[in-house]
């Protein structure tokens, strides 16, 4: 991030035009300044001064400043490549989708927003400084982009150590922090597996975590994060989940490495960061496969042998099999870095990319798997073995919960694969009391942050037995999850616990105080509100989330979700009904009308919703089985047979569909086509008891 001047700006403001879904942008220069003629807030063609340019290769964004102290980043960039490679031209980001003033992609909008979405990470020392009743902002910043302090603390005392005529003897120089793993260890290869082993090991966390601050999807709690504290105090980190990452772990969205990278081999084995970075120049190590030959010996692994390429090719380079890329920003190639073995075998079981079919395009997966086969001594590995249920998981086959399990209490694998586990059972609303129950006890805080999102799914009593112990954990993270689950049931808490909760308490209000500029930070609090008894905060909330955006269903859904809870259906409806004004398309908001229908009595009606959830969405298996029993409970059960029968051709394990459909068939009077979805059922779900009673009935 830089100040825009005639150094900095990359881009041609020649008086050049670009042309998008009906706007002419045109750029120019006007008395040194850098001009942007394009659709603002209001939807009119208007001029905007360039404040800051972002990036340099391969693209640079420009950012423009809007009243109330915000600054945006445009949505048209600069390809920054040399012309030779496609670049020097303006280009739009998200060109595949139709964007105008009310697309939460617009420039002007939130997710456009430099003060909330990047100034922590393109700037040091920011104070974001929101004004929540003025609904504007002050953010300052120490430095104009990452500075040295941003990696190492403040640096007063190095200044005035470097300023003595005679310097003390300090190793550190006077700084805060120093990453020196690297002094003095060396790499070698156990004789038996030409696998490098580093002497001495290296606790490479320190230097992980200090750059998981930016390098990975988190989101922030609270501001004032220095080098050498602790991620989980100041930061919430997404796990292995879609759909941020496939089912075997490799990226899909932009995560930023750090996920990737703590499922990996090599950062179990000590690896740090600046292994292969130099953090200040910003270049590799050493380049090529001479990067990989500091520790892996060069003749077993850059060896025809091992890559079955021709020496020096590109299927011969490390990176391209182990490292392959996926494009971001529609022209910026990032690395994967879970380090991960080929395999294409992956693509024909669970659908996820492979290396192979990323540089032979010309062939398929079935090709390259086949090919790998042949190799000598090759087998398919990799990914640890969660890949499958992970996948299981996300299809819903039958016993994914008891595998996910298996993974979240093994220890071989990298405790951020068995949190992403936990998180999965909790996803799919699995109550597992002894999961929750060994992660919250956990030393790893991602297996005990994992713990308290499974914990949610558990009967209140079994919450308190679970959680009451994290609200006094080392780390905010942990602490204010654990209060968020346990509100409303606080009271029913030990008095040391009740203390312990009012404390992590005000720290989780804290965190969406500081995220108060963002709808879903408010619909956070007024649900937290609501649990505690304090209706006219929370509804003073929810109304807050949805003047920041009047189409965030999920105010309107945590709303109406509130009053029910307070006992007034009418009042319930009526928000989900002014939700759907403005979020028409909105699955959940219909899908929750039908449900409110359906409680005051108003079936047929609750149908159209119903079914226009499902039209919306439908991948959501919930969302077919209500409908599938509304229907049948409103007189039309042939209807709810089809619906379920075209359901279960999607998801033949799904236990609610297969159960509502035996049930259906039943009451039919089809009791040969009940006993046979039972006997599907029964193959699916053996340990389920209801599944069995239903099945003794049949008989």
């Not at 042309?19 to 002419?24: N, P, T, Y």
């Not at 075997?248 to 990278?261: A, H, L, N, P």
């Not at 597992?432 to 009593?461: F, K, N, Q």
Request: proline residues 5%.
């Amino acid at each position: 991030m830089q100040h825009a001047d005639e150094q900095t700006v990359l881009g041609d403001f020649g008086d050049r035009h670009f042309e998008f879904d009906g706007v002419r942008s045109t750029f120019t220069r006007r008395d040194g300044r850098f001009i942007v003629h394009t659709d603002g807030p209001d939807g009119r063609l208007a001029d905007f001064e360039v404040k800051y340019t972002f990036g340099v290769e391969p693209l640079q964004q420009y950012l423009v400043e809007l009243p109330g102290g915000r600054l945006q980043a445009l949505n048209v960039a600069w390809d920054a490549r040399p012309a030779e490679a496609g670049g020097q031209r303006w280009f739009r980001l998200y060109p595949e989708q139709q964007i105008d003033l009310r697309h939460r992609l617009h420039w002007t909008s939130r997710e456009h927003n430099w003060n909330f979405m990047c100034a922590d990470c393109h700037a040091t020392g920011v104070t974001k400084g929101y004004d929540a009743g003025e609904d504007r902002y002050d953010t300052q910043f120490e430095e104009l982009s990452v500075g040295c302090e941003a990696c190492h603390g403040p640096g007063s005392a190095h200044v005035a150590w470097a300023a003595r005529a005679v310097r003390s003897p300090d190793p550190g120089k006077g700084l805060m922090l120093r990453f020196d793993g690297r002094r003095g260890a060396k790499w070698s290869s156990e004789i038996d597996a030409g696998m490098p082993r580093r002497d001495p090991a290296a606790n490479a966390g320190l230097e992980i975590e200090v750059c998981a601050q930016c390098h990975s999807r988190r989101a922030q709690l609270a501001e004032g994060h220095r080098p050498g504290m602790a991620l989980l105090d100041h930061y919430l980190p997404s796990l292995l989940v879609p759909p941020l990452y496939y089912p075997d772990g490799q990226q899909r969205e932009e995560v930023f490495i750090w996920g990737s990278w703590l499922q990996s081999r090599m950062h179990r084995a000590g690896v740090t960061c600046s292994d292969c970075h130099d953090p200040h120049s910003q270049r590799l190590q050493a380049e090529g496969n001479a990067l990989c030959a500091q520790c892996h010996p060069a003749d077993t692994y850059d060896a025809a042998t091992h890559h079955h390429h021709e020496p020096d090719s590109a299927g011969a380079q490390c990176v391209d099999c182990h490292m392959p890329t996926k494009t971001y920003m529609e022209l910026d190639p990032r690395r994967d870095h879970s380090m991960r073995v080929p395999r294409p075998d992956h693509t024909l079981t669970i659908g996820v990319p492979n290396a192979c079919n990323h540089c032979h395009v010309e062939r398929d997966a079935t090709w390259a798997a086949q090919a790998l086969r042949g190799w000598p001594g090759r087998e398919p590995r990799g990914s640890g073995g969660f890949a499958e249920a992970f996948h299981a998981a996300e299809v819903g086959e039958p016993g994914a919960a008891s595998a996910l399990a298996l993974i979240a209490a093994d220890t071989a694998h990298a405790p951020l694969v068995r949190a992403s586990a936990l998180a999965r059972m909790a996803e799919a609303g699995v109550r597992d009391v002894h999961s929750a129950r060994r992660a919250a006890g956990d030393t790893d805080p991602l297996l005990r942050l994992a713990a308290v999102r499974l914990a949610e799914h558990l009967e209140p009593a079994e919450q308190r037995a679970v959680l009451a112990p994290l609200l006094t954990d080392a780390l905010r993270a942990v602490r204010i999850e654990a209060a968020r689950v346990l509100a409303g049931q606080h009271t029913e808490l030990e008095p040391a616990q009740r203390d312990a909760w009012q404390s992590a308490a005000a720290e989780y209000q804290e965190t969406l105080a500081h995220a108060a500029d963002r709808p879903e930070a408010q619909v956070g609090l007024g649900t937290f509100l609501a649990r505690t008894g304090r209706i006219d905060a929370a509804n003073a909330a929810f109304a807050r989330a949805i003047t920041l955006d009047p189409e965030f269903a999920a105010a309107y859904l945590n709303a109406a979700d509130a009053w029910r809870g307070w006992g007034d259906e009418d009042q319930a409806l009526a928000m989900l009904e002014r939700g759907l004004m403005h979020a028409p398309d909105s699955a959940a908001l219909n899908h929750s009308l039908g449900l409110a229908r359906i409680r005051l009595g108003r079936g047929e009606e609750a149908l159209d919703a119903l079914s226009k959830a499902v039209e919306l969405a439908p991948e959501e298996r919930r969302y077919v089985y209500v409908l599938a029993v509304a229907m049948n409970s409103n007189g039309r059960p042939t209807e709810a047979l089809r619906v379920l029968e075209r359901a279960l051709d999607r998801w033949p394990y799904e236990r609610d569909l297969l159960f509502a459909l035996a049930t259906m068939q039943r009451d039919a009077g089809h009791l040969e086509a009940a006993r046979q979805t039972t006997e599907r059922m029964v193959q699916a779900h053996p340990d389920d008891f209801a599944v069995r009673a239903l099945q003794r009935q049949l008989r």
